[in-house]
């Protein structure tokens, strides 16, 4: 509720960060009115690789950017 109304009291992009325990957090971030969702220890103790989020994010329909360069996988 926090993400969806913060989101349209601005004209900016809202970034959602903080909180990401799954891959399915990511999705529901968006879902719930961010444009972009940020995660980092889901990744920095090896729970799960960049491509993996990304693969879970474009199955639940969010448009991903492509991997590339280092760090990408």
Avoid: C, M, Q, Y
């Avoid at 960060?17 to 972009?36: F, I, N, Q, R």
């Avoid at 960049?50 to 280092?70: T, Y």
Wanted: proline share 4%.
């Amino acid at each position: 509720p926090r993400t969806r109304a913060g989101s349209d009291a601005v004209n900016v992009p809202v970034i959602a960060s903080g909180g990401v325990g799954t891959l399915d957090h990511l999705a529901e971030g968006v879902a719930a009115g961010a444009d972009a969702v940020l995660a980092a220890s889901i990744f920095h103790f090896g729970e799960h690789s960049i491509a993996e989020a990304k693969e879970a994010l474009a199955a639940a329909g969010v448009r991903v950017r492509p991997a590339s360069g280092a760090g990408a996988g």
